[in-house]
Structures are given as structure tokens and as C-alpha cells.
């Protein structure tokens, strides 16, 4: 028998530019299914940037993992644009598909749209947070409570909060219908501390002296990441730590107001906007603390990097991210929003070093232990099996 066709919807492969954790968990997914009797795809609903999409794709051709990529995103016409996306992949495909399985809100669209055109037999799909459609609250209305449990043969959410939010879904309950817990996860080889040198080396690259405290975040700017009160904070401990340095990398539609806000903050030299790095490895461990400050999240995958690189962890308490962090174990929690909590609760994690060391390998001992992809990719394959023999 031929190996199952089980396609991997994202919605790019610019991994380290413009894409989040969702994309890096399809693709870590597909990577790590078992090739002896699971073909994996992955496909890309647009092409964003094709320099940064290459490495992805020659890396995945170089391990027998096939790459499809819709049309160049065009946010001018999106609803052409997203049709013409399903027509290029849709041509790209010669021989039908078992499994469309979605790791993202249009994606979750897509798979319905090519479930026929690819003759899939089933179709899942993973919700990555616990609010999905935040800024389209009448498609999640239309299509996550209403449509999705009619049409997905299985819905899984990576944190329990997200699959609670799927079972109380009216539809959900009439059809009996129930989601299934499959956390996010990453591959665990990659993260880890650094040597002395090379931390004191990437912090002079970045203008930092050697012995100067870094707090820092990685992510996507955007509301949903609550950088603003990133930001607040970062001002009251500079009063405080004036030789302290605040980094943040990544890119965003919110960049060009928090550098805005900096600036009116008065950060100056203190805060250091890198932009969109693809070392992410390497940056997490010069940070003394890592800082969480989203408003929601479903399991949030730069928490998972920064406790393996063994770096200290404030965060806010919201769903998911309490999936992670135990308040005093393996971080700090403090509420959403709540900036001078936030900035307590960095200060008292750089005044006790050997207390948030502890805190820190505490927590990559536990994430190592229950979100390696290798043993979510063996429970997402069981998942596959059970659909199949339906």
C-alpha cells in the first residue's frame, strides 16, 4: 500500500519573518510523522517572502517532504487573493490526499475549500488559541461555532482551555462531538544555554555591555502579545536599573506604534527593537528574564523555547500560558495587564538569581518531559489511525 497523504495546512513558510508558532508547529509536525506510512505535505495558503521561505523549503525537500505555496499575499483584494491561493494549490496536486489537516484560521477555511478538488477523506484541524478570529468575532460566530463541527472529523486544541472553548460550543454538543488535547510542542534538540563568550559576544553585537540585565520577549507584534504594557514596565525598572536593556524581537502590524510609545516613554538606548531574527536559539539565552506579556494565547510556543534555553520566565496568567507556568516553580505569573505587577515581578526574578535559576531548570526538566514533537507527532499519528478506521 502507498503511504497516507496527509497535507499540513500553514499559513506560510517564512517561519522566522512573518510567521508564529502555529506555522513552526505544522511544519516541526510534518517533519516528524512517520515516514514509513505517512507522506507528508505541507502547504502554504501564500507565498509572503520568498527569501526567507527558500531555506524552509529546500530543508524540507532535502528530508522527502513535498512544499506547495499559494499565490503572493495581496491584502489590497483578499478575498480574490485567497481564491486565487486555492486555485495555484489546487493545480499543483495530481493525485489525491487522505488528510487535510489546518494549523490556522484561514487554513481552516482552505481545508473545506479542497477537500473535494484533493479527494480528501478526512479533515482536522488544531486551534492554536483560545479566541480564534480575534478580529473577525462574526466568521469565529459563522464558522467555529457554527459550521466547523458539522465538517471537521476532528477538531484538537493545543492547551486544555482551547478544547474546553470547542466543547461548549452549542454544535458541538448537539453532535456530540468532542475535542482533543494535543499540545503544542517543539523540537527540544534545539534550545539550550549558551557558553558564557558567546552570550557576552551577541550582547556586544546588539550594543549591550557584558554585564548589563536583559529583559526581553519574542513574538509577533500585535495586540494579543500586550507589548504596550512590555513597555510600561520597561520604563518603571529603568528608573530603577538604569543599566538594564529591553529587547524585542520580531515584526508586526503594531511596530511602528511601540516604537512610538518608547519614544514617548523615554527608553532611548534602553530598548532595542532587532526586528525579525531567525536566532532566536541564540538570543533567548542572553536574556536574564523572559518576558510573556500577552492578553490571551493558546499554548504559547516562545514560552516553551525560552524554558529550554534555560532562561527565567514572567508571564501573565492566561489561559494556556498556565499550562506552563507554575507560579514560584517554573516562573512567575502575574495578571494581564497589570504593568506594575509585571515589573515586580521581573525585579524580584533579577534580585534572587539562584531562585529563578532554579525556576528555570525546573521548567525545561518539564517541558522537555511533555512537549517534545517527537511524542506529540506519535500521538497526532494514533489520532490519524483511529479516523481512519472510522
Not at 499559513?11 to 512517520?34: C, I, P, Q, S, W
Not at 494549523?103 to 477523506?121: E, K, N, P, S, Y
Not at 546588539?206 to 510600561?232: N, T
Not at 536593556?245 to 532595542?272: M, P
Request: net charge neutral.
Amino acid at each position: 500500500m502507498r503511504p497516507l497523504r496527509v497535507v499540513q495546512i500553514v499559513n506560510g513558510l517564512a517561519l522566522n519573518t512573518k510567521m508564529g508558532g502555529a506555522e513552526r508547529f505544522g511544519v516541526e509536525l510534518a517533519r516528524h510523522l512517520d515516514r514509513d506510512w505517512i507522506d507528508p505535505i505541507v502547504v502554504g495558503l501564500w507565498a509572503w517572502d520568498a527569501a526567507a521561505e527558500r531555506p524552509w523549503r529546500e530543508l524540507l525537500a532535502g528530508e522527502g517532504i513535498r512544499t506547495v505555496v499559494g499565490a503572493p499575499k495581496d491584502d489590497s483584494r483578499a478575498a480574490l487573493n485567497f481564491k486565487m491561493s486555492m486555485d495555484a494549490i489546487r493545480r499543483q496536486f495530481t493525485e489525491p490526499v487522505d488528510i487535510i489537516h489546518s494549523q490556522c484560521d484561514f487554513g481552516d477555511v482552505a481545508a473545506i475549500w479542497l477537500r473535494r478538488a484533493l479527494q480528501a477523506q478526512i479533515l482536522v484541524r488544531t486551534s492554536h488559541n483560545e479566541l480564534e478570529w480575534a478580529k473577525r468575532p462574526l466568521r469565529r460566530w459563522l464558522l467555529v461555532k457554527g459550521i466547523y463541527p458539522f465538517v471537521y472529523d476532528l477538531e484538537c486544541g493545543v492547551s486544555t482551555r482551547a478544547v474546553d472553548v470547542l466543547d461548549r460550543r452549542w454544535t458541538a454538543r448537539l453532535l456530540r462531538k468532542r475535542g482533543v488535547v494535543v499540545y503544542n510542542a517543539i523540537n527540544t534538540r534545539r534550545f539550550g544555554p549558551l557558553p558564557k563568550d558567546d552570550v557576552s559576544a551577541l550582547k556586544r553585537a546588539l550594543g549591550i555591555a557584558p554585564d548589563a540585565p536583559v529583559i526581553g520577549s519574542v513574538g509577533r507584534f500585535s495586540e494579543q502579545k500586550g507589548y504596550r504594557y512590555f513597555l510600561e514596565a520597561a520604563a518603571l525598572l529603568a528608573r530603577d536599573l538604569p543599566q538594564a536593556r529591553f529587547v524585542l524581537v520580531g515584526s508586526g502590524e503594531t511596530e511602528s506604534a511601540l516604537k512610538t510609545q518608547a519614544d514617548a516613554l523615554n527608553l532611548g538606548e534602553k530598548i532595542i527593537f532587532t526586528g525579525a531574527r531567525d536566532d532566536v536559539e541564540t538570543l533567548l539565552p542572553i536574556m536574564d528574564v523572559f518576558v510573556s506579556s500577552s492578553l490571551w494565547e493558546g499554548l504559547p510556543t516562545v514560552i516553551l523555547e525560552a524554558m529550554l534555553a534555560e532562561t527565567p520566565v514572567v508571564a501573565t496568567a492566561v489561559a494556556g500560558t498556565t499550562e506552563l507556568v507554575e507560579d514560584g516553580v517554573t516562573g512567575a505569573l502575574v495578571p494581564a495587564a497589570d504593568v506594575a505587577q509585571l515589573a515586580a515581578a521581573v525585579r524580584s526574578m533579577l534580585a534572587d538569581p539562584v531562585l529563578s535559576a532554579a525556576m528555570a531548570q525546573r521548567g525545561r526538566d518539564f517541558v522537555r518531559a511533555r512537549f517534545d514533537i517527537e511524542q506529540i507527532a506519535r500521538q497526532q499519528e494514533d489520532l490519524y489511525r483511529q479516523l481512519l478506521a472510522r
